[in-house]
């Protein structure tokens, strides 16, 4: 059977042509210009396969980016699998605040990834820093072994044959424990964190789609009753630690978790500036410790 024939006899909505284009070129291991220009003869196992995988996105609610363990963000394509989030285009926004700050500021920065998934974030810092000494150091610290794995994957493939690249720190870390046990290899004063943690609350959880609730790994977006847990966490992590350096932390909240978060810490030394993103629910706190 010739693929375009395959096309014909698979029902399939205007709107998901072009999910049923990406299941196509995974499966053969070929450009969406390739796949048109020649029209390849299938076998039976690409027939099926083909099948299976379309019947997965579309009956059985399966995100495309799991199918073809790859998802696009801020230009890059970067793997992805049901052991990491599938980064979202509101997580963007975390890139862009980056790139302003380092290219406005003369300082060298450690860059701290926590809750890395698929370094999706760190990565795409890095190679969308305006100006390469800025970065000395990436770390990359996850709770979760097989998020790290997908990781270092992405490490390989986008950004470990680049030049001027900064130090890379891959650790197992609950939040930044880690990284205060080793604080010796960071010496520099000023630190960004960047924190995709998870905060939705178990209501807002059962709002979300059941392609979300039954694909991804509901620890990394579930807060179960505390929804600030994690984010407190953190920031208390560092505030016990007197290491006298700069953090400026960048988190993804709700605008409600913003009102709570300042009043948790309003008698600290803590500045906070808020960020919008591409969702109308989902900004970007900043957060500026001095020690």
Same mark, same amino acid.
């Given at each position: 059977?010739?693929?375009?024939? #395959?096309?014909?006899?698979?029902?399939?909505?205007?709107?998901?042509? /072009?999910?049923?284009?990406?299941?196509?070129?995974?499966?053969?291991?070929? @450009?969406?210009?390739? =796949?048109? *220009?020649?029209?390849?003869?299938?076998?039976?196992?690409?027939?099926?396969?083909?099948?299976?995988?379309?019947?997965?996105?579309?009956?059985?609610?399966?995100?495309? *980016?799991?199918?073809?363990? +790859?998802?696009?963000?801020?230009?890059?394509?970067?793997?992805?699998?049901?052991?990491?989030?599938?980064?979202?285009?509101?997580?963007?926004?975390?890139?862009?605040?980056?790139?302003?700050?380092?290219?406005?500021? *003369?300082?060298?920065?450690?860059? =701290?990834?926590?809750?890395?998934? *698929?370094?999706?974030?760190g990565i @795409?810092?890095?190679?969308?820093?305006?100006?390469?000494?800025?970065?000395?150091? %990436?770390?990359?610290?996850?709770?979760?072994?097989?998020?790290?794995?997908?990781?270092?994957?992405?490490?390989?493939?986008?950004?470990?044959?680049?030049p001027n690249?900064?130090?890379?720190?891959?650790?197992?870390?609950?939040?930044?424990?880690?990284?205060?046990?080793?604080?010796? /290899?960071?010496?520099?004063?000023?630190?960004?964190?960047?924190?995709?943690?998870?905060? =939705?609350?178990?209501?807002?959880? +059962? /709002?979300?789609?059941?392609?979300i609730k039954?694909? +991804?790994?509901?620890?990394?977006?579930?807060?179960?009753?505390?929804?600030?847990?994690?984010?407190?966490?953190?920031?208390?992590?560092?505030?016990?630690?007197?290491?006298?350096?700069?953090?400026?932390?960048?988190?993804?909240?709700?605008?409600?978790?913003?009102? #709570? #978060?300042?009043?948790?810490?309003?008698?600290?030394? =803590?500045?906070?500036?808020?960020? @919008?993103? %591409?969702?109308?629910?989902?900004?970007?706190? +900043?957060?500026?410790?001095?020690?």
């Amino acid at each position: 059977m010739k693929l375009s024939e #395959l096309i014909e006899s698979i029902p399939f909505d205007k709107q998901d042509y /072009k999910a049923l284009k990406q299941i196509i070129a995974y499966q053969l291991d070929m @450009s969406f210009h390739q =796949i048109h *220009s020649q029209n390849p003869k299938l076998s039976e196992k690409d027939i099926q396969n083909i099948q299976n995988d379309y019947d997965l996105y579309k009956n059985q609610n399966k995100p495309l *980016s799991y199918i073809i363990q +790859e998802t696009d963000f801020y230009n890059h394509k970067f793997k992805v699998n049901q052991n990491t989030l599938i980064p979202r285009p509101e997580s963007e926004t975390f890139i862009d605040i980056i790139k302003t700050k380092l290219k406005n500021s *003369s300082n060298k920065y450690h860059i =701290i990834d926590v809750g890395t998934g *698929s370094w999706a974030l760190g990565i @795409s810092a890095i190679l969308n820093s305006p100006n390469s000494s800025s970065l000395k150091q %990436c770390a990359l610290l996850d709770i979760s072994s097989k998020a790290l794995s997908i990781a270092k994957v992405n490490y390989n493939r986008l950004i470990s044959n680049k030049p001027n690249l900064p130090k890379i720190y891959i650790q197992k870390s609950n939040l930044l424990e880690r990284y205060f046990e080793n604080i010796s /290899k960071f010496p520099l004063l000023n630190n960004i964190i960047i924190a995709n943690l998870p905060y =939705i609350s178990p209501k807002g959880y +059962e /709002k979300l789609p059941d392609k979300i609730k039954k694909r +991804e790994p509901p620890e990394a977006l579930l807060a179960w009753k505390n929804w600030l847990k994690y984010y407190k966490q953190l920031i208390n992590q560092i505030l016990e630690h007197n290491t006298n350096k700069n953090y400026e932390l960048l988190l993804e909240v709700t605008p409600k978790q913003i009102k #709570l #978060l300042k009043q948790k810490y309003n008698d600290q030394n =803590i500045n906070f500036t808020t960020h @919008s993103t %591409c969702h109308f629910n989902i900004k970007i706190l +900043e957060v500026q410790i001095k020690l």
